[in-house]
């Protein structure tokens, strides 16, 4: 595709990979060229995952679009997750960032992705219609000699061999969060491989038992993504904690037996560390994705139990607006239109779109939104809204650690 100026915007290509890492080292650390090149040579994602816009033979921005799975109460959304995302700064405040996300975007789009998530800077994409919907995970100390390791346990750094168990241990810590974004197949491959993060295992009697994530160890470890057995879970902090100085540092994951073992061990938060930092999403098209979502919906109603007849929902985004009805029977089509002004008084709810992505997948649910965004009006369905969109609690998996 052809910006301005003579440039190019198009999927990498080989000739471009070793100037795509050079580019992604410059603007951030030598990690990112590695898990650039896991990236592209993985058969799940390849080259054309990368998007690259280039002044002749030269790459100037690089974007690369990943796949990702978001399940909402059991129900996978396929979704795409922009990632590395860089500019050469000769070329900066061009719009050649805000070309390749249009690129990732129609292309999450051509494959049936529903939806987006990410990590990122501050601010910077909710100009491509991101919203934060999810809060990150706290990061806590460790305080004084941390927990005792359990001498049954063995703790090693995981092979490609042990990707199974350690996503079994994963699906088992996420089976507590209503949205959950596991690892993808090729993700795991990645975490294996990189050197940005390392997996830990914890091995009993040669099966493995407990699992986590570590930084690596210049100014401390950070632990993250931690599962399984709660006495094994001693064994992984105490393993860190042999690396090297400084301080340790874990990732809460509230409610799972691998976090609330080591919980005493870990400081309060006060002041800005106990502030989090959210996920991004966004919502492409409500419609098709509420449709997606119809087995949900329709659980909730019934565990509600407004499932005794049928409702008439209007969702006015104000700017558009979906409608659909709901009942025993289950969910109709979701029909969507154009701006709704008075949603309130024809029956309906506004929710602005700026909300969308926490009004599905955030802590607040319909009614927290209502409390704290004055465009918010839930109307006279407000009973029926909280109940199709209660808060929801989360545990999400990227390759990036946000920490
Ligand atoms: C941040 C970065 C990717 C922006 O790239 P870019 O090609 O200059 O971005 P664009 O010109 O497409 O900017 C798109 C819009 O964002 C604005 N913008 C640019 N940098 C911004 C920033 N850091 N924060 C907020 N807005 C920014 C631009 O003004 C532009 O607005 P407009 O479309 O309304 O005019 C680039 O500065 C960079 O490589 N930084 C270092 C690496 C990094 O932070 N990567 C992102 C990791 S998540």
Known sequence: ??????????????????????????????????????????????????GVVVDGARVVSTATLLRE???????????????????????EGRGLVRALM??????????????????????????????????????????????????????????PDDIGAMARLQDEAQSCADVRVPHSP?????????????????????HIVATCR????????????????????????????????????????PGTAAFEAIRLNLAPLDGPDGI??????????????????????????????????RHEVLLSSWRSHVRFSIGPDGMSEVISGGPEQGPVSKGGSGVPPDAIPALLLGPDGATGLEERLPDCWLGRQRELMSALFPPMTSDVLTFYLAV
Do not use: K
């Open 276 to 309: 989090a930092d959210w996920f991004y999403a966004r919502v492409p098209r409500l419609a098709p994705l509420l449709q997606h979502l119809a087995p949900v919906l329709v659980g909730r109603l019934e565990r509600a139990g407004l499932a005794d007849r």
């Open 102 to 159: 249009d690129w990732a975007h129609e292309r999450s789009r051509h494959r049936a992705d529903l939806l987006q998530v990410m990590i990122g800077i501050p601010y910077f994409y909710r100009q491509f219609g991101y919203a934060y919907a999810m809060p990150i995970p706290l990061v806590r100390p460790v305080v004084g000699d941390g927990p005792t390791a359990d001498p049954t346990v063995v703790v090693r750094r995981a092979t």
């Open 69 to 91: 799975t978001v399940v909402i109460e059991g129900v996978q959304v396929p979704t795409g997750q922009v990632e590395m995302v860089a500019t050469d700064p000769a070329y």
């Open 214 to 253: 570590i930084t690596p160890p210049d100014e401390g470890v950070t632990i993250a993504e931690l599962a399984g057995e709660p006495s094994a879970t001693a064994s992984l902090v105490a393993h860190a904690r042999a690396l090297g100085p400084g301080a340790i540092r874990v990732v809460e994951r």
């Open 186 to 206: 090729a993700c795991w491959r990645w975490l294996v491989a990189r050197d940005g993060s390392s997996q830990l295992v914890a091995e009993r009697d040669g």
């Open 1 to 50: 595709m052809a910006l301005h100026n003579g440039l190019q915007l198009r999927a990498a290509e080989p000739g471009d990979v070793d100037q795509v890492a050079a580019l992604l080292e410059a603007r951030g650390d030598p990690a990112d060229a590695v898990d650039m090149r896991l990236v592209v040579g993985d058969p799940d994602e390849g080259l054309t995952a990368c």
